[in-house]
């Protein structure tokens, strides 16, 4: 593995202060916005920002996650923290980092000129680049963990991801706030290229507690490529996620999948398309909301199969419990298919739970508590379930029901 | 003499506005086997739901006194930890519970009620493997999820492994025999008088005679319009399978 040059003597930009609605980027997103309609963005506005960068956290057992083997990249309000980090020598993949005043080195162009986008671009402190070389399968799971510990921080990030022809690798992605700061930002990129035969899965996982995260996600699929993204989202003020995912190679598998558990007025909105720009493809999508205690869900996905894509498979569905009066969820499903050979279906559901089941539930002799954790459990097992270590999967499931 | 366990005083009740049990009562000692008969809409499944706490029934007067405490406000969960059980007559689908994490959640509920520690995972096991024989219970479906995809006699069967681990002092089974053939109907029943001791109690909620070939009881009730209306030996379930229920109403002026 080869780690290139660590600098973070200067930052490109520092600013005391951001007053996001004055920054040149672009008009603020508003709800009349059809991408906005369901997300007001005023409790972000109204936070007045600095990106001044430091580190405050020591380890990060303080942020409730489960000790973590093996490769670990760690950010912290914007910065790589090789302190926390640990870039163990892993053959076939390459390691690059650029920060300070590399920066301005960032060949990327932002290929969506949306304002977050923009913010992402024009502000950003760290980008991550991993490169896992021609057929190599990396068995253990690569871990990249951004975190907001300061008050007021605004932390832009980018994290770029090529798997190479015939390679395979599993990330997981840990989105954190320290449950002592709040009004803190991560504003973050992913932008994964996969080449011919590679395969990627990617597990998100998104604590923030009284703090931001937007993440926008552009996934380039190759043929024959396999990507698979699995999204939970336990807390935070506002989370978004916005995932591109274009399909340009013939026999791809692509998946997305989610579980979102908002509570307590915090809203969480998960946006995806999927382009299926050739034909012989399939995709999945599976998102399940959980919304209680005046929580805010929204799912909006959008399958768009182009005009010669023929036999394209696409499933997109959305399921949705609300477990009280105040919780909301705003659903749209959308498929535009524009081939005339394709098996597509998309579909949403939101009810509660059954009072049956709770009553059956609780006639064994099972609290109304515990019930709804065992039913919301049931609820979400299917997606869940996709997480092959069960480590994890007791991980997540405790974090979100 | 033998102890009481349940009994039912004067008990009236109602769903959404609508008198179902109207004067009821029933006594039902340790060690005995009641069953319930009764023409439809009488009241019979109402009863077992009202026993076992189903809110959507509203108990307007009367009480239930379950071994020495008053249980009519009770939750249904703390009516299991005391020892009541309903076998459903519609078993409900919880679909993503495996049968097997739903038991062990009941179990340990109850344990931390009584400040027991929860039950070591060995020793579950065992007690499932135990019990899930008592009613022939396909291996397969302990862990597939409770009762989602379950056949109407599978369904009951794990009412009845339900009940064995649960081991409860009122086991009110309603309907057991419907919509099961005559073989699980043996082994359904077979269940049940394994679990029978002279510490417990059961309540056979039917419409036919044919359960109570296999679940002899002690004692047999006819319910018609929320109160009974006649309680007799086994001999009187025979007589209702001749003559139907009109000549009892006609019998008491209903």
Redesign the interface.
Known sequence: MIIKDLNHNSLHKENSKFDLEALNLGSFPNRKEERWKYTPLRALKKINFHNQLNFKIEHLSSLGIPKIEGFLIVLENGKFNSLLSNTIDLKGTELSFLNGTNIANNSDEPNHKDYFTNLNFSFLTEKVVLKIKPDVNINQPINFVNIISDDNCISNTQFNIDVFENSKLHIRQYFLGSSNSKNGFINHRNAVSLKSQSSLTIDKFQDLNQNFNFCNEFIDQEQESKFIMNTFSASGVILRNDVFNNVNGKNCHSELNGVFAPIEKQHFDNHTTINHFVADCKSFENYKGVIKESGVGVFNGKVIVHQDAQKIEAFQKNNNILLDDESKIYSKPELEIYADDVRCSHGSTTGRF????L??????????K?SLE??T??????VIEKSTDSEYKEFILNKIT | MSELLIEIKDLECRIDNQKILKGLNLKINKGEVHAIMGPNGSGKSTLSSVLAGNDNYEVTSGSINFLGEEISEMSPEERSWKGMFLAFQYPVEIPGVSNINFLRTALNERNKYYGVDSIPAKDFLKMVAEKSELVGLNNKLKNRSVNEGFSGGEKKRNEIFQMAMLDPKLSILDETDSGLDIDALKIVANGVNKLKSSENATVVITHYQRLLDYIVPDFVHVLHEGKIIKSGDKSLALELEKKGYDWLKTDENI
Not at chain 1, 359 to 366: A, C, D, Q, V
């Open positions: 059954d009072e049956e089941a009553f059956y539930l609780r006639s064994r002799g099972i609290s109304v515990k065992l039913m459990l049931g609820f979400i097992n299917e």
